[in-house]
């Protein structure tokens, strides 16, 4: 069986944090499809094309990584897309609380789907996309906190 990931998340903007999952799942699956999902209620501060662009850029000429928008329920992204792994990264407890909801939830709903977590590395725990869109808006300095190829 191909082992197919979908990495779902708002990316606005992708990160070293998100950088670092990828690259570590990389050797367990044949694809991942990382997969932006979009959520009327949550901040659109980058539009869905420089967003899916970013990301292209940085995996380019990687034939394992592909980058899709989506509206609606992750398990039936991952049913579109023949997946049957969601990635997801946890960096801290409440991450976990949050997490575990979800996991068990899509679970219940789609029993053929596992959610595989890797707990994010200590040297990028504490990058937010949240916090990196407040540094931003005040005209402070992110280039630590996200690739290169995120030319804001
Ligand atoms: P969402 O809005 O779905 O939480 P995000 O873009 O914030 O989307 O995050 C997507 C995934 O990446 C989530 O599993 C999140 O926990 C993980 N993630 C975000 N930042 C980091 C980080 N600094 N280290 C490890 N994982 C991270």
Not at 81 to 101: M, P, Q, T, V, W
Not at 138 to 151: A, H, L, T
């Amino acid at each position: 069986m191909t082992r197919i990931a979908i990495f779902p998340g708002s990316f606005s903007p992708f990160t070293n944090g998100h950088k670092s999952i990828v690259d570590r799942a990389m050797p367990m699956f044949e694809k991942i499809i990382i997969a932006i999902g979009i959520n009327s209620k949550k901040d659109q501060y980058f539009s869905i094309e420089e967003r899916i662009q970013w990301i292209k850029d940085i995996y380019k000429g990687n034939s394992k990584i592909e980058v899709k928008f989506y509206e609606g329920l992750t398990i039936d992204m991952c049913e579109k897309e023949n997946a049957n792994y969601i990635l997801r990264g946890l960096r801290d407890s409440h991450d976990f609380k949050f997490e575990k909801n979800i996991a068990q939830t899509n679970k219940s709903l789609n029993p053929n789907i596992e959610t595989i977590f890797l707990v994010s590395h200590p040297q990028v725990s504490h990058i937010s996309s949240t916090i990196i869109r407040d540094i931003i808006k005040n005209g402070g300095d992110v280039s630590k906190f996200i690739p290169k190829e995120v030319n804001l």
